[in-house]
């Protein structure tokens, strides 16, 4: 029997203006592909390909669809997921595996889709995912740290510019309805004027010092 405590995620996410060269070990990210056929209120159903050994720039004129008819015998890993609303760094998460072919016939015919590299890091005690955008999505890159449980006492990487944990533009269903090219620049406006903020609540926010 599955144990439904598996089908949430505890993850902290944070927005940063570059990808450190340092976390750069040479191998191929992760491509992912991925389309949101249900995005309102921060529920989704999204279908993800996920292709290893690939490498694909990331910039605004990376297509997705393009690049998944390019690419599309790579693709070896397909998810369909049910998401629920992000609170405090928790997220109903229901993910299954389905076949490939089945995942990218159904992002070709719908669906609003974006697509990213993923590298991964670890990063003192925790294993870090760090998402390159692209297409209407580019230049954005977001950093995440997922435990089994609360993210509590994190150190926070000093390229983590500030957090978006419950920010629903930066959740990926937000980000495939509205991208943040259309809205960057009111963004960046905001983190000037505001200043970086960290969520309390999950015991003492360590910022990593170089």
Not at 47 to 62: D, K
Not at 76 to 101: L, Q
Not at 106 to 129: F, H, M, P, Q, T
Not at 151 to 170: A, G, Y
Request: with cysteine; hydrophobic share 35%.
């Amino acid at each position: 029997m599955r144990d439904d405590l598996s089908d949430f995620e505890y993850e902290r996410r944070f927005f940063c203006h570059t990808f450190p060269d340092d976390l750069n070990d040479g191998d191929a990210p992760i491509l992912i592909i991925q389309s949101y056929y249900v995005h309102q209120d921060n529920f989704a159903l999204r279908v993800r390909l996920q292709a290893h050994n690939v490498r694909v720039p990331m910039n605004a004129e990376t297509n997705a669809l393009a690049t998944l008819g390019r690419y599309r015998d790579a693709f070896t890993d397909a998810f369909v997921t049910v998401k629920g609303p992000s609170i405090g760094g928790t997220r109903y998460e229901a993910e299954r595996d389905i076949d490939p072919d089945v995942a990218v016939e159904l992002v070709l015919r719908g669906g609003s889709v974006i697509v990213k590299n993923r590298y991964g890091a670890w990063l003192g005690e925790d294993g870090w995912d760090i998402d390159v955008f692209g297409g209407g999505n580019a230049p954005l890159i977001v950093a995440e740290a997922e435990r089994r449980g609360p993210v509590t006492n994190l150190v926070i990487p000093d390229f983590c510019i500030t957090e978006i944990t419950d920010d629903s533009r930066f959740s990926n269903d937000g980000l495939a309805e509205h991208p943040y090219a259309e809205w960057n620049d009111r963004f960046e406006y905001e983190l000037l004027t505001k200043g970086p903020h960290f969520l309390e609540g999950f015991g003492t926010n360590r910022r990593e010092q170089q």
